[in-house]
Nanobody
Framework: HVQLVESGGGSVQAGQSLRLSCAVS????????MAWFRQGPGKRREGVAA???????MYAESAKGRFTISRDNTENILYLQMNSLKPDDTAMYYC??????????????????WGHGTQVTVS
């Protein structure tokens, strides 16, 4: 039974930082791609950043230069370091895992497994 559990969200002021974590259990192989998505109030779910099995990273334009995605394959944890946060970053943040590969990294339909989300509020 695969589980993804996010943590690290919270309420911060603009300019501050947060580090999100996603603990993965129940899957022994390395995922082809793991990603962070977010969904703000009244907005569609959007891809924020992704990392593939070789360590290659991809970012949304809004995240470039401020967010860093990383993964610890030994501990099966995905991270998202978010710096210089803005009110527009307010959203529920989800981690997602793709065990097969294929498709655009920012396409939600590509990912088989999802966490329940962690709320980030920036004021």
């Amino acid at each position: 039974h695969v589980q993804l559990v996010e943590s690290g969200g919270g309420s911060v002021q603009a300019g501050q930082s947060l580090r999100l974590s996603c603990a993965v259990s129940g899957y022994t192989n390395t995922y082809y791609c793991m990603a962070w998505f977010r969904q703000g109030p009244g907005k569609r779910r959007e891809g924020v950043a992704a990392i593939d099995s070789a360590g290659g990273t991809m970012y949304a334009e809004s995240a470039k230069g401020r967010f860093t995605i990383s993964r610890d394959n030994t501990e099966n944890i995905l991270y998202l370091q978010m710096n210089s946060l803005k009110p527009d970053d307010t959203a529920m943040y989800y981690c997602a895992a793709d065990p097969r590969g294929g498709g655009y990294w920012y396409a939600a339909g590509r990912y088989t497994y999802w966490g329940h989300g962690t709320q980030v509020t920036v004021s």
